[in-house]
Structures are given as structure tokens and as C-alpha cells.
């Protein structure tokens, strides 16, 4: 069996042809029409009605706070367990980043410790769906942030493809945010998008994305701008992995219930709650005691795999301890990534599967 890696994008003919087409009609390479289709498939996929694309899924975040006016000091709630870059766009605009603990059910921010953790100065949520999974009671989020005039922004950079009674994830709160990075289901190399259907926002972070301009190519600044704009190089490969989404999402699904027929039965390993209709899992994670030793044997057998992020009050870069954490602390330590591309064979799944089960007939536990 050759290495099978944790993640791999899959690029095939249709995105390359596109790109020598598009090379070939005379390109200006930077954002134009390209980007336009590629933002009105994202727009259409997920049912919201303003879509942007930006340069990646890290200043679409921030641009999405400095559009709900987002200033220096004011506090945003992010989950301690997430990917570093959701802390690292609201610090960006000097705001206070104040962590809260995940609901150990689907690993998102804990609703009633968002409660608790709601102060006079918190202006924010950012709410991840980390790993296409979401709270149950996500209306809920939604509208107690509401009725407080907080802003729910939701980071789905790993939820796209995945749902939530019909709704599509990122369009619950009042702005949604997608990456297109490498590991996700689809991909353009770096890239990222917002979506809302509040037209005031839509206006905002078109704005704020280029340069504050009033319109694309006009040199009248109504407002402070940045450049976060993309390239219709890379929209060109954007829209033929939309075309492929639909295909990819029944596949992760499929994916996700092997994994799950051929690990239940293992007691050492912990599955975390998915619910496969909805979601479309960007990684498929297993929790256990003595991860790194099964991380290390998995990759002495050609398996890469990959541990948790770490809880991220812990960090030297937040080092701060303001509320408790258990939860996120707990399975950062346990958390491990499987292989998860959505090319995987069902022969690799069993590979996988089996060599974990070698892994604890070895170490001497019962299966
Ligand atoms: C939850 C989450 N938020 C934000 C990002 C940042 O996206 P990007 O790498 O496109 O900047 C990622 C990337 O993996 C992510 O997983």
C-alpha cells in the first residue's frame, strides 16, 4: 500500500483545460468575470443572496467583523478549540479575543458557556462549525445574539456541503465565511468567500475588499479598504470544483459511514456524534487515550494522520486562562485526523481500519 496521506486536493483534466483555456483567451489573471461566476456558484450553492470571494478564509473573517464594525478593544467569543486563524482575524483589528469551551457533542462553542462568557463588551460570536458539524439548537445562537445586537458570524471554512434542517451552514448568522485552503473539499490553492443576505453587509464588504472603492475599477473612496481580492486564475479552477461539489459531498458522506461501520466496534476508540445526512465531515476524527503512539504506528503503515488542534488558551500566543476549558483541553489530547480525501478507495478505508485494529491487538487491549 502506498503512503496514503491525511489530506490531498484532487484537481483532474476539466481544472486543468480550464486553466490553459483560460490562459489561452487572453488573460489579465487578476479578478474580473471568472470570479464573478465562480462567487454567484457559492452564492447559489448555499442559498444566500450576496456572495464575495476573497484571497483566503482568513481575511474573509476579518473583513466580516470590520463590516459589522468591529473596532479595537471590543470582544469577540471565539471557541478555544478551532483553527488558530478564527483568533488571529479578530485579533487583527485589535479586538479582545476571549475564548469559551466546546460542547463535546459536536466540538462547537458550548451555547450556555457563551451565555456565561457574554459581557457589556462583547460585540461578537464567531460560531464554527468545525468539521461540517453545528450546535442543534444553531436558530437558537442565531437569535439570542440577535435580541442583544451581538453579531453571529459563522466561520464554515470546513462546512461547505454541510447542512443544518435544509440551510445550508454559514447562513444562519449574519455573515458566513468559507475556505478554499488546500485540505477542504474543494479547493483553489488559497481562497476564501463570504456569504450574507444582508445587503447592507454585502455592500460593506465589497467595499472593504477593494480598497474602499465605490465601484470595481472607480478611484472614489467612500470608505477605508483593503486589497483581499482573488484572481480569475484561480476562479477558473474554483468553478470546476463547484460543478464537482455535489458529487464530493454523497462521497464524504459515504466515506464517513464505512469509517463508522468498521470502527464501531473497536471499544478503545470514541466516535464523536455525526449525523451524516447533514454533514459532509471534513476530516474524520476518532478520539483516544494514547493517540500519539497510534499516530506513530499509523504512519509506520502508511497512514498519515494528523492530532487536534491545540485548545487554543493554551497557546503562547493567547496564553490566558480567563474562563475554564475541560472540554477543549480534554480532546485536543485525545483527537486524531484519519486520512480524509474524498479520493479514498474503500480498500484504503479498510486498510486503515484494519491496521488500527492491528494497532490495539498489539498493544495488548481486546477488541
Ligand atoms: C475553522 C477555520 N477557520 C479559518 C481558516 C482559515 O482559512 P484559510 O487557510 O483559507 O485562511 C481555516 C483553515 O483551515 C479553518 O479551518
Given at each position: 500500500?502506498?503512503?496514503?496521506?491525511?489530506?490531498?486536493?484532487?484537481?483532474?483534466?476539466?481544472?486543468?483545460?480550464?486553466?490553459?483555456?483560460?490562459?489561452?483567451?487572453?488573460?489579465?489573471?487578476?479578478?474580473?468575470?471568472?470570479?464573478?461566476?465562480?462567487?454567484?456558484?457559492?452564492?447559489?450553492?448555499?442559498?444566500?443572496?450576496?456572495?464575495?470571494?476573497?484571497?483566503?478564509?482568513?481575511?474573509?473573517?476579518?473583513?466580516?467583523?470590520?463590516?459589522?464594525?468591529?473596532?479595537?478593544?471590543?470582544?469577540?467569543?471565539?471557541?478555544?478549540?478551532?483553527?488558530?486563524?478564527?483568533?488571529?482575524?479578530?485579533?487583527?483589528?485589535?479586538?479582545?479575543?476571549?475564548?469559551?469551551?466546546?460542547?463535546?457533542?459536536?466540538?462547537?462553542?458550548?451555547?450556555?458557556?457563551?451565555?456565561?462568557?457574554?459581557?457589556?463588551?462583547?460585540?461578537?460570536?464567531?460560531?464554527?462549525?468545525?468539521?461540517?458539524?453545528?450546535?442543534?439548537?444553531?436558530?437558537?445562537?442565531?437569535?439570542?445574539?440577535?435580541?442583544?445586537?451581538?453579531?453571529?458570524?459563522?466561520?464554515?471554512?470546513?462546512?461547505?456541503?454541510?447542512?443544518?434542517?435544509?440551510?445550508?451552514?454559514?447562513?444562519?448568522?449574519?455573515?458566513?465565511?468559507?475556505?478554499?485552503?488546500?485540505?477542504?473539499?474543494?479547493?483553489?490553492?488559497?481562497?476564501?468567500?463570504?456569504?450574507?443576505?444582508?445587503?447592507?453587509?454585502?455592500?460593506?464588504?465589497?467595499?472593504?475588499?477593494?480598497?474602499?472603492?465605490?465601484?470595481?475599477?472607480?478611484?472614489?473612496?467612500?470608505?477605508?479598504?483593503?486589497?483581499?481580492?482573488?484572481?480569475?486564475?484561480?476562479?477558473?479552477?474554483?468553478?470546476?470544483?463547484?460543478?464537482?461539489?455535489?458529487?464530493?459531498?454523497?462521497?464524504?458522506?459515504?466515506?464517513?459511514?464505512?469509517?463508522?461501520?468498521?470502527?464501531?466496534?473497536?471499544?478503545?476508540?470514541?466516535?464523536?456524534?455525526?449525523?451524516?445526512?447533514?454533514?459532509?465531515?471534513?476530516?474524520?476524527?476518532?478520539?483516544?487515550?494514547?493517540?500519539?503512539?497510534?499516530?506513530?504506528?499509523?504512519?509506520?503503515?502508511?497512514?498519515?494522520?494528523?492530532?487536534?488542534?491545540?485548545?487554543?488558551?493554551?497557546?503562547?500566543?493567547?496564553?490566558?486562562?480567563?474562563?475554564?476549558?475541560?472540554?477543549?483541553?480534554?480532546?485536543?489530547?485525545?483527537?486524531?485526523?484519519?486520512?480524509?480525501?474524498?479520493?479514498?478507495?474503500?480498500e484504503q478505508v479498510n486498510y486503515i481500519c484494519n491496521t488500527i485494529k492491528s494497532y490495539f491487538l498489539i498493544t495488548g487491549s481486546k477488541i
Open positions: 500500500m502506498n503512503f496514503i496521506n491525511q489530506m490531498e486536493p484532487l484537481i483532474g483534466e476539466e481544472e486543468k483545460k480550464a486553466v490553459v483555456d483560460y490562459m489561452n483567451s487572453g488573460a489579465w489573471l487578476t479578478e474580473f468575470e471568472k470570479t464573478k461566476e465562480f462567487a454567484a456558484m457559492i452564492a447559489n450553492y448555499t442559498g444566500a443572496k450576496y456572495a464575495y470571494i476573497l484571497a483566503n478564509g482568513t481575511v474573509t473573517l476579518t473583513t466580516a467583523l470590520w463590516a459589522c464594525g468591529l473596532k479595537v478593544g471590543d470582544e469577540v467569543l471565539v471557541p478555544d478549540y478551532t483553527m488558530v486563524a478564527t483568533a488571529n482575524a479578530a485579533a487583527l483589528i485589535g479586538c479582545e479575543v476571549k475564548f469559551v469551551d466546546i460542547n463535546r457533542q459536536n466540538l462547537c462553542m458550548d451555547f450556555v458557556k457563551m451565555q456565561e462568557a457574554i459581557s457589556s463588551k462583547t460585540k461578537a460570536v464567531m460560531l464554527v462549525t468545525i468539521n461540517g458539524r453545528y450546535p442543534d439548537n444553531i436558530e437558537e445562537f442565531a437569535s439570542y445574539c440577535r435580541e442583544r445586537g451581538i453579531w453571529l458570524i459563522e466561520d464554515a471554512a470546513q462546512s461547505l456541503g454541510s447542512m443544518c434542517d435544509g440551510k445550508h451552514l454559514g447562513t444562519f448568522g449574519d455573515i458566513g465565511s468559507f475556505s478554499f485552503s488546500m485540505p477542504k473539499i474543494i479547493t483553489t490553492g488559497q481562497g476564501g468567500a463570504l456569504i450574507t443576505n444582508n445587503p447592507e453587509l454585502a455592500e460593506k464588504i465589497a467595499k472593504l475588499r477593494d480598497f474602499g472603492r465605490e465601484k470595481p475599477g472607480a478611484d472614489h473612496y467612500l470608505t477605508q479598504g483593503w486589497n483581499f481580492k482573488f484572481t480569475d486564475l484561480q476562479a477558473v479552477i474554483g468553478i470546476e470544483q463547484m460543478k464537482k461539489l455535489p458529487d464530493r459531498v454523497k462521497r464524504k458522506k459515504l466515506i464517513g459511514k464505512l469509517y463508522l461501520e468498521l470502527l464501531k466496534d473497536i471499544p478503545q476508540i470514541e466516535l464523536v456524534p455525526t449525523n451524516l445526512q447533514n454533514t459532509a465531515p471534513w476530516f474524520y476524527d476518532i478520539f483516544v487515550e494514547d493517540r500519539d503512539k497510534l499516530n506513530g504506528y499509523l504512519k509506520e503503515h502508511n497512514i498519515g494522520s494528523r492530532e487536534f488542534y491545540p485548545p487554543l488558551h493554551s497557546e503562547p500566543v493567547y496564553a490566558r486562562n480567563t474562563l475554564s476549558y475541560p472540554v477543549a483541553t480534554e480532546i485536543s489530547q485525545k483527537g486524531l485526523w484519519l486520512p480524509s480525501s474524498v479520493q479514498l478507495s474503500d
